[in-house]
């Protein structure tokens, strides 16, 4: 380490120890002007034997117990790697050195399973319905889902899963190490909007590395690091598949492409089924437009290709709407006959043939529907050009029969009505 960047970590050191309580905030916001001081603290964290690895872990913890957001992100920023030192000793069977960052890690786990009053938390997540479109998916992109009488009563229902509470730990066994591990990622997942390139390079480093180390892959890769390799659960891989993804959508895609085939690679050998849906889905879904910006200063999101909400909605599904389109096309198809009224001084007027009208009818043959400004009086009438409604005596014909036995039929039922009351 050089004696530049020791000195850059004892002066921060020492003027956080001076600082007062109202000064907390200040000091935090200005704690990403100091450009120099963040890769120095990497550089004590890496060197396990450092001498200012134990007052620099000391100094991260009391930034966390704080209480102030701005200094436990700065503190979380460097999880991947304390994870990573904690792990890498643990696997070479040294345990002394790694004191400190035991300490540090016991220490946020134990203030982030409890609330401010001390009571265990108890964290909720809602599991999202495929039935309703969400930043993952659009229901129609997985096709038409049967409506059985079970999906429709469970259809808008919300299922929540409860994590915890989660027990106080003193100390790191083979035991409770990958559970303190695994909520320990889910804290640092729930402030990745926040974390800088160094910190999201770190995380996929420290994914390849833990699913690589002790297989034939590590020599592809070409690590020469740690050659044991290091005991892994499902839900620890799932939390790094996580984090994988939101640095392959902002700026890291080489290394988040590497440590998302990797963690497959590990969860395939370990034959976790939860890792490979959540990491094959993630793979299957950034093929081709998510991966194309590659701006790590700009706005952080994860990309997803979502299908335009217009095509929700089915164009062949029946509504009230399609069917009145539906009445008014097949009355504009058929074919207008036109009768001379000689009465009239031979002006032509149209005539509409009556299974061709979609409206209501009224006792005396009008239609509901409101009149088009050529049927007013005084206006001037649209007759078809096709030749066949003025040659085809036949149509005319046809015109007068069904004239008649609507007439006849509303005879008859004007004439059975009032039947029924003169009995009483």
């Given at each position: 380490?050089?004696?530049?960047?020791?000195?850059?970590?004892?002066?921060?050191?020492?003027?956080?120890?001076?600082?007062?309580?109202?000064?907390?905030?200040?000091?935090?916001?200005?704690l990403k002007d100091k450009g120099?001081?963040?890769?120095?603290?990497?550089?004590?964290?890496?060197?396990?034997?450092?001498?200012?690895?134990?007052?620099?872990?000391?100094?991260?913890?009391?930034?966390?117990?704080?209480?102030?957001?701005?200094?436990?992100?700065?503190?979380?920023?460097?999880?991947?790697?304390?994870?990573?030192?904690?792990?890498?000793?643990?696997?070479?069977?040294?345990?002394?050195?790694?004191?400190?960052?035991?300490?540090?890690?016991?220490?946020?786990?134990?203030?982030?399973?409890?609330?401010?009053?001390?009571?265990?938390k108890v964290l909720s997540f809602?599991?999202?319905?495929?039935?309703?479109?969400?930043?993952?998916?659009?229901?129609?992109?997985?096709?038409?889902?049967?409506?059985?009488?079970?999906?429709?009563?469970?259809?808008?229902?919300?299922?929540?899963?409860?994590?915890?509470?989660?027990?106080?730990?003193?100390?790191?066994?083979?035991?409770?190490?990958?559970?303190?591990?695994?909520?320990?990622?889910?804290?640092?997942?729930?402030?990745?909007?926040?974390?800088?390139?160094?910190?999201?390079?770190?995380?996929?480093?420290?994914?390849?590395?833990?699913?690589?180390?002790?297989?034939?892959?590590?020599?592809?890769?070409?690590?020469?690091?740690?050659?044991?390799?290091?005991?892994?659960?499902?839900?620890?891989?799932?939390?790094?598949?996580?984090?994988?993804?939101?640095?392959?959508?902002?700026?890291?895609?080489?290394?988040?492409?590497?440590?998302?085939?990797?963690?497959?690679?590990?969860?395939?050998?370990?034959?976790?089924?939860?890792?490979?849906?959540?990491?094959?889905?993630?793979?299957?879904?950034?093929?081709?437009?998510?991966?194309?910006?590659?701006?790590?200063?700009?706005?952080?999101?994860?990309?997803?290709?979502?299908?335009?909400?217009?095509?929700?909605?089915?164009?062949?599904?029946?509504?009230?709407?399609?069917?009145?389109?539906?009445?008014?096309?097949?009355?504009?198809?058929?074919?207008?006959?036109?009768?001379?009224?000689?009465?009239?001084?031979?002006?032509?007027?149209?005539?509409?043939?009556?299974?061709?009208?979609?409206?209501?009818?009224?006792?005396?043959?009008?239609?509901?529907?409101?009149?088009?400004?050529?049927?007013?009086?005084?206006?001037?009438?649209?007759v078809s050009l096709d030749p066949?409604?003025?040659?085809?005596?036949?149509?005319?014909?046809?015109?007068?029969?069904?004239?008649?036995?609507?007439?006849?039929?509303?005879?008859?039922?004007?004439?059975?009505?009032?039947?029924?009351?003169?009995?009483?």
């Open positions: 380490m050089l004696a530049m960047d020791q000195g850059v970590v004892e002066e921060w050191l020492s003027e956080f120890k001076t600082l007062p309580d109202s000064a907390v905030s200040n000091y935090a916001a200005s120099s001081l963040v890769p120095a603290l990497y550089k004590v964290i890496r060197e396990n034997y450092s001498d200012l690895l134990e007052p620099v872990c000391h100094q991260l913890f009391e930034f966390y117990r704080s209480g102030e957001p701005q200094l436990q992100r700065f503190t979380l920023q460097f999880l991947p790697e304390l994870l990573w030192s904690l792990l890498s000793v643990s696997a070479a069977r040294d345990p002394h050195t790694s004191g400190c960052i035991e300490a540090l890690l016991l220490g946020i786990y134990n203030l982030e399973i409890v609330d401010k009053d001390g009571q265990s809602t599991v999202p319905s495929l039935s309703k479109p969400s930043v993952y998916h659009e229901p129609s992109a997985i096709g038409s889902m049967a409506l059985t009488e079970g999906a429709l009563a469970n259809h808008g229902l919300s299922r929540v899963v409860y994590s915890g509470p989660h027990l106080q730990r003193e100390n790191f066994t083979a035991q409770n190490r990958f559970e303190v591990l695994t909520f320990l990622l889910l804290c640092y997942n729930a402030a990745l909007s926040y974390m800088t390139s160094t910190s999201l390079q770190s995380l996929c480093q420290l994914s390849s590395r833990v699913c690589i180390c002790g297989y034939p892959r590590q020599q592809i890769r070409r690590y020469k690091g740690i050659s044991t390799r290091l005991t892994v659960t499902s839900e620890f891989l799932v939390q790094l598949i996580t984090g994988i993804h939101y640095a392959l959508c902002n700026g890291e895609v080489e290394l988040g492409s590497k440590a998302l085939d990797d963690v497959l690679y590990r969860a395939q050998l370990e034959l976790f089924p939860e890792a490979l849906l959540v990491g094959n889905a993630i793979k299957s879904s950034l093929h081709g437009a998510a991966l194309k910006s590659n701006n790590k200063e700009g706005a952080r999101s994860i990309q997803v290709e979502i299908t335009p909400t217009s095509s929700r909605i089915s164009r062949n599904a029946v509504t009230s709407l399609s069917i009145r389109g539906h009445r008014w096309k097949r009355h504009e198809s058929q074919e207008v006959s036109v009768e001379i009224d000689a009465s009239q001084g031979g002006v032509p007027i149209p005539e509409i043939s009556v299974t061709g009208v979609g409206g209501e009818r009224m006792a005396n043959g009008d239609s509901l529907r409101p009149r088009p400004e050529s049927d007013m009086p005084g206006a001037t009438s649209e066949r409604g003025h040659d085809s005596s036949t149509r005319s014909q046809e015109v007068r029969r069904q004239k008649s036995v609507r007439r006849m039929v509303e005879n008859e039922g004007s004439g059975s009505a009032p039947t029924g009351r003169s009995q009483y």
